[in-house]
């Protein structure tokens, strides 16, 4: 199969669909790979590094949207790239489509086969194409979050860790899944006082046992979210039902209940985000203020890092990927997991979870 990778083009994103490793392995198995001029710059992989693992580099994304039948990316397709997708092609990359109509009909225009790294699934009914970018975007949200306390960029003026004598930051934890595990470990690791709610029972009690009770836990209610935000010094919004909308679960009036310059980190903001003021932003422009309230809302945050959440992206996906290549299509029929990633085929939404979410059913 031909296999292309177009650079990057969402804002100050610098991860790479495949890296030369994964080419190789591609490569290996019979498979010819195009990858655009420049692709790899963000993670210091020259076109010389990917024509030694015996990629063939081309000079336009043009190019690789016209002569491949398999196309590997991040982050969803922008625009000018859904117009280039065609009938009988496959495209493999984040799409988190719920929250984004404009690009469901794009891809639906075009009649690609469109798999969303962010549904598949494991035999356990995991996510692993989106668990190690949400490893990534948990532990960035807690350095988000003190950048964004600092007083020079409209903050608290709040130190996560505290000093001796002084109490630490309070953070709270909206969610308890693998953004929310990660993101409370370094904000326990840096000395912050970090409450974790989550609506599982269950979960709670392993992430007692986890932490060894450094973290307070709570069951998620509407009292219970109140309490701790209205004590918070940041709130990290860390929700997730696979392929739909987050949920809402801080309102515009909630805001009211929090400390002045105090933050909200929305790391759910891919699938619409779950403050009701959230809306996306970039690294080139992370924050905005609403009600007194510090909103970091970067909808590509593991971008910030694309060395580390290249190779980590390229660890989960390549055996996918790898299937998608070898059998096509068919590949689908043969594996589960990958059927729950299928969003798109022949015109049509087909995940009935992303379906309801864009109100297409």
Not at 1 to 20: F, S
Not at 144 to 168: E, I, W
Not at 325 to 345: F, S, T
Request: contains cysteine; hydrophobic residues 45%.
């Amino acid at each position: 199969m031909r296999v292309g990778v177009p650079k990057e083009i969402k804002n100050h994103e610098y991860r790479v669909g495949l890296t030369p490793g994964a080419v190789r392995e591609y490569v290996a198995r019979g498979h010819e790979v195009m990858v655009e001029t420049g692709a790899g710059a963000g993670i210091g992989a020259d076109d010389a590094a990917y024509t030694t693992a015996g990629a063939r580099i081309v000079d336009t994304a043009a190019e690789v949207f016209a002569a491949a039948e398999m196309v590997v990316k991040v982050k969803e397709p922008q625009p000018t790239e859904w117009t280039q997708l065609r009938e009988g092609q496959i495209l493999f990359t984040y799409l988190h489509l719920a929250p984004d109509p404009e690009q469901a009909k794009g891809l639906m225009a075009s009649g690609v086969t469109a798999v969303a790294y962010e549904t598949v699934t494991d035999a356990r009914g995991h996510l692993p194409l989106l668990a190690p970018m949400s490893e990534v975007a948990g532990r960035l949200s807690i350095e988000a979050a003190g950048t964004a306390l600092k007083a020079y960029n409209g903050g608290r003026g709040v130190l996560l860790g505290g000093v001796p004598g002084v109490q630490p930051a309070r953070i709270v934890v909206l969610g308890g899944g693998v953004v929310g595990t990660h993101a409370a470990r370094m904000a326990a690791g840096l000395g912050a006082e970090v409450t974790i709610i989550d609506r599982s029972i269950p979960r709670l009690r392993e992430l007692d046992e986890l932490f060894h009770g450094r973290v307070r836990t709570r069951v998620s209610t509407l009292e219970s979210i109140e309490q701790e935000i209205s004590a918070a010094d940041a709130v990290i919004g860390a929700v997730l039902i696979p392929g739909a909308s987050a949920p809402k679960l801080v309102t515009r009036s909630m805001l009211g209940l929090m400390k002045p310059r105090a933050v909200l980190v929305d790391v759910a903001i891919d699938q619409g985000g779950c403050f009701e003021t959230s809306h996306a932003t970039t690294h080139a422009d992370p924050t905005y203020e609403v009600d007194g309230v510090i909103h970091y809302c970067v909808a590509n945050m593991p971008g910030a890092v694309p060395l580390t959440s290249s190779h980590a992206l390229n660890n989960a996906t390549l055996p996918y990927g790898l299937a998608l290549a070898d059998k096509g299509v068919a590949a689908i029929d043969h594996d589960a997991g990958l059927k729950e990633g299928l969003n798109v085929k022949g015109g049509r939404i087909v995940s009935q979870v992303v379906a309801d979410a864009l109100g297409f059913s």
